[in-house]
């Protein structure tokens, strides 16, 4: 499954996490990320909307992306977080790490 | 109510219809009587880490996988049993701490999440030769994952 990744600039993109983020796929978001790593993007804002599965594969992942961005300062914000995705955020406390916006708007705002 | 059981020779197609089938089968209850949103949740997630945990890591020898996964609810917690035909491990070593654990870890999150958010989690032989998951997820569950933050 491949992810749909919007510019917003040439810092900023949204990745459209669709249905599942999970063992099955992280793979293939760590090549749409790292394109945009290698190309200087340095904030990504994960739009979970439409997500129903994030599981702990799925969350190591986001992690490597904040791994490799996190040294040049970037960020990577959670927008639109659906219930399923809040359980794993809350449980392993992850909005300590990544800050949540209601949307990609205010997000992309925050970033700015 | 009745009990969920589900079998499956294909874990992948396990894993697409056990969180589906999971909350049709709560929704099923009275309102009085059905588990919350976030406890159907927790056993979805529960359910489709120890899944992908057995697709990626168990060892069936030359066996076609099978596993049966059973549910059960009462005062609106959930019980439920996962029967593989695996060579099964130690549980209770794998969830033993480990003091080298990364502060952002890619990998071996998913029996500590499972671990928060169940009660009474064991993983046994059964007299046929196979391996039983059995765990509860309390009414109200509030887990937390220390080992990352």
Known sequence: ?112 | MTALTLEYTDLNRALDEVRPLLEEWAAEHDEAAAPSDDTVRYTQLVLHEWIANLLQHAHFKSRAPTVQIRASTENRHITCAVIDNSEGFDLAEQLSPDDDADDFPERGMGLQIIDACTNQLSYTSTASGRHRLEFTIPADQDPCLSMLF
């Open chain 1, 1 to 112: 499954m491949s992810f749909d990744v919007e510019t917003r600039s040439s810092e900023t993109v949204v990745v459209r996490m669709g249905e599942a983020l999970d063992f099955r796929n992280a793979d293939d978001f760590k090549e749409a990320f790292q394109e945009h790593v290698e190309d200087g993007v340095r904030n990504f804002i994960l739009d979970f909307s439409e997500t129903e599965v994030l599981d702990s594969t799925g969350l190591g992942s986001i992690f490597s992306l904040y791994r490799e961005i996190s040294p040049d300062d970037g960020k990577v914000a959670f927008a639109e977080v659906s219930r399923p995705v809040q359980v794993v955020v809350q449980l392993t406390r992850t909005y300590k790490v990544f800050r949540q916006f209601p949307t990609v708007e205010e997000a992309e705002e925050a970033l700015a």
